[in-house]
């Protein structure tokens, strides 16, 4: 079935540093890349999200791409803060279906100070 | 907006007990999720609902699982007997249907079955 591959599950940065986490994914019919952010003991929280149409999309210190061909997409967070530290889950939409998404496994980042 | 609610946050129960969330989307929102999520799977769609209907329930693990949205404004999760392996954090999300379909995520459920 359709999954989602998210690396790394836990990463380590120094106050200042730029993070990279990357996903890949199956669904070929996939068209819609969200981000979400979970903090200690709340519900997740949409950070960015792309749409297949475009390669790659800024927020401020946070920016995503997305290679089709290659059905991968990252999130970058550049001079990262104490308060980034979370847990990130990239997810793929099923098919052309923006609501049913299929999550990755998360990763635990930790900006040290 | 008070977001999305969440009832009980915490549950600890006994094998084979019956376990009910509850979930309560924000006003106006007309798509509803439930997701389970554990340290070995991650984040799993159960079940969701578009305007109160169930859409898509190949997530549920098994007859055990049921879920119901009776209105627009409260839906739940059922196990029904629960086993230890069902200990996990549901969390339940909502969405306004549009172009972009945000989730916007309750703070969870965390049960433990003993």
């Known amino acids: 079935g359709e999954n989602v591959e998210q690396h790394p599950s836990t990463l380590s940065v120094q106050e200042g540093d730029s993070a990279v986490i990357k996903c890949t994914y199956s669904d070929s019919a996939s068209n819609y890349f969200p981000w979400y952010k979970q903090e200690l003991g709340k519900g997740s929280q949409l950070i960015i999200d792309i749409r297949s149409n475009v390669g790659e999309k800024k927020d401020q210190r946070i920016a995503v791409t997305l290679n089709k061909t290659a059905k991968h997409f990252s999130l970058h967070i550049t001079e990262t803060q104490p308060e980034d530290s979370a847990v990130y889950f990239c997810?793929?939409?099923?098919?052309?279906?923006?609501?049913?998404?299929?999550f990755g496994k998360g990763t635990k980042l930790s900006v040290k100070p | 907006d008070a977001g999305v609610i969440q009832s009980p946050r915490h549950e600890v129960t006994e094998m084979g007990q019956e376990v009910t969330l509850r979930c309560k989307p924000i006003s106006g929102h007309n798509s509803l999720f439930w997701y389970r999520q554990t340290m070995m799977r991650g984040l799993e769609l159960l079940i969701y609902?578009?305007?109160?209907?169930?859409?898509?329930d190949s997530g549920m693990p098994e007859d055990r699982f049921s879920a119901k949205m009776p209105n627009a404004s409260f839906s739940t999760l059922k196990i029904q007997p629960s086993e230890p392996r069902d200990s996990a954090v549901y969390f339940c999300?909502?969405?306004?249907?549009?172009?972009?379909?945000?989730?916007?995520f309750g703070e969870g459920s965390r049960l433990t079955v003993l």
């Open positions: 609902f578009n305007n109160n209907v169930p859409i898509d």
């Open positions: 997810a793929a939409s099923r098919g052309g279906s923006q609501g049913n998404l299929i």
């Open positions: 999300a909502s969405s306004l249907e549009q172009k972009r379909r945000e989730l916007f």
